[in-house]
């Protein structure tokens, strides 16, 4: 699912399981590589901490809701696989759109990113 050092670049959890990201350049690999250098270092400077909890607490539902919905799936992303992106869209029952590039299409195709979700509202 995640690429296997998507953790080098963070801090050790705290007292509250929250990680840190301490390291630019591991970030600039995973989310960023398609994005400028200003770029790069204004969405890290945005970076907060996160908990690890969500990744260990169990799914709270017994199934999905059936409701309509979309995966937006970048092409090129370092974070997380795009095959394993596709076929757990394809489990649940989503739609899949296909997006050129990194984990991070709002900093590095914001028309493009903006155009799937204008025409996704529209449906």
Known sequence: MANPDWDKGLSQPDAQLRMTWIDLD????????????????????????QSVYP????FPLP???????TSIVCTDDRLLNPEWQRRI???IGADVVEL???????????EALAEVL?????K
Request: aromatic share 10%.
């Open 26 to 49: 591991s970030a600039r690999e995973l989310f960023y590589p398609d994005c400028d250098e200003q770029t790069v270092a204004a969405a890290f400077d945005r970076l907060r901490p």
């Open 55 to 58: 990744f260990t607490a169990p």
């Open 63 to 69: 199934e999905f809701p059936a409701v309509s919905c």
């Open 89 to 91: 869209a394809r489990d």
């Open 100 to 110: 050129p590039g990194s984990h991070s299409p709002l900093l590095s195709r914001p």
């Open 118 to 122: 204008l025409r996704l509202a529209e």
